[in-house]
């Protein structure tokens, strides 16, 4: 049987270094993407795996998000930022 105060501080911890990734590194980059894209730019192969490297952690973390409801909107947020940069990119690459 597990411990449930174990448990909660356990998840606090994973939700406090993701946020701390989240505000240091992911989103000044996705944001960078964004105006990038915005401006008729192309990916290149670093930003896709960047990218696939958001949408596989964001599938692994979706038990997470969903017992901490506090959290589900700042994660669709995100998830419309990266939707958007490859929507755009996809679109500059067809335009080429």
Request: avoid cysteine; glycine fraction near 4%; charge should be negative.
């Amino acid at each position: 049987m597990t411990d449930p105060s174990h448990d909660k501080i356990k998840d606090e911890a994973v939700v406090q270094a993701l946020a701390e990734r989240l505000i240091k590194y992911r989103l000044p980059r996705a944001l960078g993407l964004k105006e990038r894209v915005d401006g008729g730019e192309k990916l290149d192969e670093m930003d896709i795996e960047f990218l696939e490297e958001v949408f596989s952690d964001a599938s692994s973390l979706r038990p997470l998000i969903d017992e901490h409801p506090e959290w589900q909107d700042v994660a669709v947020r995100l998830l419309d930022l990266y939707k958007d940069i490859t929507s755009k990119a996809l679109e500059n690459e067809k335009g080429s």
